[in-house]
């Protein structure tokens, strides 16, 4: 899935084959088979079903790729499909680009390709369905145009369903119902959310919020929630809000952590309640963490403050129902020697650091219920596979303090002793940003 990233750079990709014909294919919507295993052996990795980094012999700093994947990788809210524009080999001015779509629950990883009969622009979008469809959004003169492509035969088959005028639109993260893609085309004084796949005929604008907004991270499992980060009209400090799509819009604020400070969402968990945001109300930008409805302020982790590297989470482990502290959340490292995977816990005060896999997608990957983060990847040697990371385990925090049994819990805020807790559950953007710390 693809969220808010404040900080680092913006993922890009590996080398692959060039398009054409897949063996195996036998009439419209026949998927090919797969030409090949995702299994590689690489430092930190060892070959099997697929890909397993080792933490053992994983570590920070090492470059993820020679090729940055052009236009990222985008992931289905399940992990079970994601989509990326590629490009075939060659010098940058000759390439032609066209989607491509990954299928990453089955036995072994394997990529499609989705070529038309022109290539694409860079600058086109890609989202994957949980059928298997992908959406591509086409920038043509002042307008957006959107389509379905899917496998057929020998070929892509493609199904138009619209155009939004509109100059600029960004497409929202795939919605977890899996059958509903959103754009934002965001103006000077507000901004219009578009539903332009899943609808009932071709896209329709569902919201118009005032002010300038930017981001797009859902908070449920239904696909009807969603928070974005809005700068109200005429200026002031971002603000996350929600949008209540089964109300025709209704905005809601989220986070308000100080009065003046910014404070957006990059990432939620519907199960535990768990929120990673990004707020200077310590006093300069820093990643923290809170739960929605809990009395318990936001915490702002020294851990996951480096000095020489930008730290953006992208995927929380899910099904940790009502235990927020225990989810383990995987994030992207940027620094000067390339991209590699971070693994933490708010219950703990430890970072861990991994080796990516080479040409995995910065910012790409998913969680399983049991702790296992599945990277994706593509090389030169691997067109399309997926490195398999077991979350490390931390020390159990305590059932009676919340603190771990060592001492460390890793859930104290991070600035100075302020106002005590409130003592009954409030929204998230109403709990203080300190609170007294509890004596030993």
Known sequence: MTACAIEGGSAGAATTAEPGTEPGTTGPGAEPEPAGSGDAVLPGLTAGGAARVSPAASGPGTPCSDAPLPGGLTLTADGAYAARLTATPGPPDERAWYPERWTLDGPEPYAVPLPLDQPE????????????????????????????????????????????????????????????????????????????????????????????????????????????????????????????LGRRGEVTPLLQIAPESDDRLLLADADSGLLLLRSDAPGHDRLGWG????????????????????????????GQMLMPESCAVALRIDGAAGSWVGVWRPANRRLHQFAAPLGWAPGAGYWTRDGVLRLPYANGATPCGVAMLDAPADVEPSSVTGRTRGGEGGTEPSAAVAAPAVCKPVPLGQAPLHRAAPPD
């Open 291 to 318: 739960v929605l409805g809990s009395c318990l302020p936001v915490r702002f982790p020294e851990c996951l403050r480096l000095a020489d590297a930008a730290v953006t989470p992208f995927a929380v482990q899910p």
């Open 121 to 244: 622009e860079p600058d086109a979008q890609v989202a994957p369905l949980a059928d298997g469809r992908v959406l591509i959004r086409r920038r043509v003169a002042d307008r957006q145009m959107f389509s379905l492509l899917y496998p057929t035969g020998p070929g892509t088959g493609e199904l138009l369903l619209g155009t939004v005028a509109c100059p600029e639109a960004t497409l929202l993260p795939p919605s977890p119902d899996g059958r509903s893609v959103y754009a934002l085309a965001a103006g000077a004084d507000h901004a219009s959310l578009w539903l332009v796949a899943g609808g009932a005929s071709g896209p329709e604008e569902v919201a118009r919020i005032a002010g300038r907004c930017s981001g797009g991270v859902w908070l449920d499992r239904a696909g009807r929630m969603l928070a974005l980060d809005r700068q109200a009209p005429g200026g002031g400090p971002v603000k996350a809000v929600s949008v209540d």
